[in-house]
């Protein structure tokens, strides 16, 4: 029966989530028309396009096999089960123990593993291209990630999120110069993971520049609206890590429910934020050539060493 | 997590400091080294001022004034005056491979950290955590003498390394006595100016900046 408010907590903070992650892509997509002087779609937009999606009928390839199909729901289940465990709203979900940070690494690993297999699986060069070069970003990713986290997991002397958010959000202010590097770091590697502009385009249609959309030419209908909700959902898990690391201001103590509207405000606040702040990247930078990718998410990967490195050094 | 203000911004000021290091090592273009090389003095300069302010010694302002006045306003200046006379303004060095060498950078950072911890252990100024990371900045200079080709960067990285020289004795004593300050200063000037006058003599010779050439003088 203790148990009850800390579900109610979980269930809500997913279906929030993944209600609100077409919205997230829809204020950076208008913030980014603003900055281009274009006139702004709706911030509605995903929403309709993920109807219209689902309103359709899918076409699949004859040569496709079974994990054609399987894919989108397994990418939409890896994300939502990611949104799960890190605490967006308060620390006491009962998901989080079930994976600590190293185990979210490994949950987005297995829907890029899956959306790979994919993309390879029809036959087409597209896909092949594309799943070739989002594990090659992935495998330069995943270890500045990781050592971004490690860092903030040193910090606060536990890998659990909750606890990291608890440590960092409750201890007095102190300037740690690890944690500023391991920010830049990960900002770097969420530009990487999250196919935004300086290493994929997400609005390019261009056969020999994109990657992700590469990945995912050969979907339609519901499959699309799942896989186009599920890279919605990871930016925002993505954004979620970057809060409980760097920002864990706003975030809910365990078993305090009157902190929730709070948590709500706040989290509204830095997603609005951190959504200009996209779109601002994404429109003072040009994206790289493929090749490099390598030299950008090795400087990731350098920050965050050097962030890990200092901690131990300043301590 | 006792320590002071004045000393956390010292070591985000040295984290800064070893940062720019490895973006030197990292940088193709002349122009940017010779920024780069500008704002890693003033970190310095700024970390001198701070410990300076939070120790009471006086003369660390004057050094701290020194470097504002020679390793961000002159000795930039000069290197532009001087790259622009070699018109190597536009230079860009074919480094062998940048990923390889911070992997070699983030080896020596190691190294230079696991040497300094037990010193910085023993050591009771505010500043003692820095001693790894002026350490590493000087190693890291080092590394860049070594893996360049053409001339102006392999100066630039001698003058980084005097920057990571002061900075460790900054952390480690408070500083060096300004007599021996002065002098280091003015070895420092002194050695840019010859430094540029054989850039000129190496060009005249070879054609070019590249230290390569410089190999042929063994086979006479």
């Given at each position: ?8 907590l ?33 911030i ?53 123990p ?37 594990m ?112 864990p ?17 706040a ?5 609005a ?34 962030g ?7 301590r | 997590?006792?320590?002071p ?25 002349v ?17 001198t ?10 003369h ?109 004795a ?8 300004l ?33 390569r ?8």
């Amino acid at each position: 029966m203790n148990q009850l408010p800390g579900i109610a907590l979980q269930v809500l903070q997913s279906v929030l989530v993944v209600l609100v992650a077409p919205l997230v892509m829809g204020w950076v997509n208008i913030c980014r028309a603003w900055l281009q002087n274009r006139s702004a779609p709706s911030i509605w937009l995903p929403y309709y396009t993920l109807a219209k999606l689902f309103h359709k009928d899918a076409v699949i390839a004859n040569t496709a096999s079974p994990l054609f199909r399987l894919t989108p729901y397994i990418l939409f289940g890896c994300m939502w089960l990611a949104a799960g465990i890190v605490p967006v709203l308060a620390t006491d979900v009962p998901f989080a123990p079930a994976a600590d940070i190293i185990a979210l690494v490994g949950v987005f690993a297995v829907a890029r593993v899956f959306s790979a297999l994919a993309a390879m699986d029809t036959g087409t060069s597209f896909g092949g291209l594309g799943a070739r070069r989002e594990m090659m970003i992935g495998f330069l990713a995943e270890p500045a990630m990781l050592m971004t986290l490690f860092t903030a997991a040193f910090i606060s002397g536990s890998t659990q999120l909750p606890t990291i958010v608890e440590t960092l959000a409750h201890r007095e202010f102190a300037i740690y110069p690890s944690l500023a590097f391991a920010a830049v770091a990960f900002l770097m590697v969420l530009l990487a993971e999250n196919a935004r502009i300086p290493v994929d385009n997400p609005a390019t249609h261009l056969e020999l520049t994109m990657i992700h959309e590469a990945m995912i030419l050969e979907y339609s209908a519901r499959h699309l609206a799942l896989i186009e909700w599920a890279v919605a959902i990871k930016l925002v898990a993505y954004m979620a890590i970057g809060f409980a690391l760097f920002l864990p201001w706003g975030i809910a103590p365990a078993g305090d429910w009157s902190a929730l509207p709070l948590a709500l405000a706040a989290l509204g606040a830095k997603l609005a934020l951190a959504g200009t702040g996209l779109a601002l990247l994404e429109t003072l930078l040009a994206k790289m050539r493929i090749f490099l990718v390598a030299e950008f998410l090795s400087t990731a990967f350098l920050l965050g060493v050097l962030g890990m490195l200092i901690h131990f050094l300043v301590r | 997590m006792a320590l002071p203000l004045s000393g956390q911004i010292v070591n985000l000021l040295a984290a800064l400091l070893l940062l720019l290091a490895f973006a030197m090592l990292a940088q193709r273009r002349v122009l940017t080294l010779i920024k780069l090389f500008a704002w890693q003095g003033a970190a310095l300069a700024v970390s001198t001022a701070i410990v300076a302010y939070a120790t009471g010694q006086t003369h660390l302002y004057f050094s701290a004034g020194l470097t504002v006045a020679l390793k961000v306003v002159l000795i930039p200046w000069l290197l532009h005056r001087l790259i622009d006379q070699l018109q190597v303004r536009w230079d860009i060095e074919t480094l062998l491979n940048i990923p390889t060498t911070m992997l070699a950078g983030i080896g020596l950072a190691i190294f230079a950290f696991s040497l300094a911890t037990p010193i910085s252990q023993m050591a009771s100024t505010i500043t003692r955590s820095t001693l790894g990371i002026a350490l590493a900045s000087v190693l890291l200079s080092f590394l860049m003498m070594i893996v360049r080709r053409k001339a102006v960067p392999q100066v630039i990285g001698f003058l980084s390394m005097e920057n990571g020289l002061f900075f460790a004795a900054t952390s480690a004593t408070y500083g060096m006595p300004l007599v021996v300050e002065l002098g280091v200063a003015l070895d420092v000037l002194v050695g840019t100016f010859i430094f540029g006058i054989f850039f000129f003599h190496i060009r005249e010779q070879f054609d070019s900046l590249d230290i390569r050439h410089m190999e042929k003088l063994k086979e006479d």
